[in-house]
């Protein structure tokens, strides 16, 4: 490489133009990693996305800001059997629930 700082000049040169804190181009990749796993992305594609070799990598940096299972099941929980159960109406029948609530 002829001019081994030019990304770096140029990206610092940008950053001071737009009044922008110093970042480097990892704080985004952070930053885009974080925004997507908190708004309910699936962290397998997230790691494809970034290319990591491994969901491992991706689950050890990033996995605390998953929703978690107990999360999620009260989220699909609501959203399935919420209007029933604000309403006061009885809920739906569904093929197997006695063998749960058993």
Same mark, same amino acid.
């Given at each position: 490489?002829? *001019?081994?700082?030019?990304?770096?000049?140029?990206?610092?040169? /940008?950053?001071?133009?737009?009044? %922008?804190?110093? *970042?480097?181009? =990892?704080?985004?990749?952070?930053?885009?990693?974080? &925004?997507? %796993?908190?708004?309910?992305?699936?962290?397998?594609?997230?790691?494809?996305?970034?290319?990591?070799?491994?969901?491992?990598?991706?689950?050890?940096? *990033?996995?605390?800001?998953?929703?978690?299972?107990?999360?999620?099941?009260?989220?699909? &929980?609501?959203?399935?059997?919420?209007? =029933?159960?604000?309403?006061?109406?009885? /809920?739906?029948? &569904?093929?197997? /629930?006695?063998?749960?609530?058993?």
């Amino acid at each position: 490489m002829i *001019y081994p700082d030019l990304f770096r000049k140029s990206w610092d040169r /940008a950053l001071k133009r737009l009044g %922008l804190p110093n *970042y480097n181009p =990892h704080d985004l990749r952070r930053k885009w990693a974080t &925004v997507t %796993l908190s708004n309910g992305v699936p962290i397998h594609e997230v790691s494809r996305w970034m290319g990591h070799g491994s969901i491992k990598i991706t689950v050890d940096q *990033y996995g605390h800001l998953t929703l978690d299972g107990s999360e999620r099941c009260r989220q699909v &929980v609501e959203a399935t059997f919420g209007v =029933h159960m604000l309403s006061g109406l009885p /809920a739906p029948r &569904v093929p197997g /629930a006695e063998l749960v609530l058993a």
